[in-house]
């Protein structure tokens, strides 16, 4: 019912910068959606997946400790949008970085229900 699509990651160096942004849209048409929280998430070769930030409908934040002070993430809820800025970037942050979004959505003839979605992910490396 609900798609996300990040922007590209890329091939960073130690110690500099890389913006992400990821947008939400219906699937199909006449598809209607609220967002309750969104959030980043990452994956790291033989790592579990693990949050990086998440941002609710209230503008409240979270972030993965090893990250505060160095990432910031913020929303555009009428766009229906999250974005992170990453700096001072390390190696540790290499990654398979993943959008998230959960809501509620519905249709002229489809049950407003809850849903949560992921995007494809994107990568992100910086080279040590």
């Known amino acids: 019912q609900v798609q996300l699509e990040e922007s590209r990651g890329g091939l960073v160096q130690t110690g500099e910068s890389l913006s992400l942004s990821c947008a939400a849209s219906?699937?199909?048409?006449?598809?209607?959606?609220?967002?309750?929280?969104m959030a980043w998430y990452r994956q790291a070769p033989g790592t579990p997946r693990e949050l990086v930030a998440a941002?609710?409908?209230?503008?409240?934040?979270d972030y993965l400790d090893s990250v505060k002070g160095r990432f910031a993430a913020s929303r555009n809820s009428i766009q229906n949008m999250i974005f992170l800025e990453m700096s001072r970037l390390k190696p540790e942050d290499t990654a398979v970085y993943y959008c998230?979004?959960?809501?509620?959505?519905?249709?002229?003839?489809?049950?407003?229900?809850?849903?949560?979605?992921w995007g494809q992910g994107t990568q992100v490396t910086v080279s040590s």
């Open positions: 998230y979004a959960e809501g509620h959505s519905g249709g002229l003839s489809d049950p407003w229900k809850p849903f949560a979605t």
């Open positions: 219906p699937s199909a048409s006449g598809i209607i959606f609220t967002i309750g929280t």
């Open positions: 941002i609710t409908s209230s503008g409240a934040t």
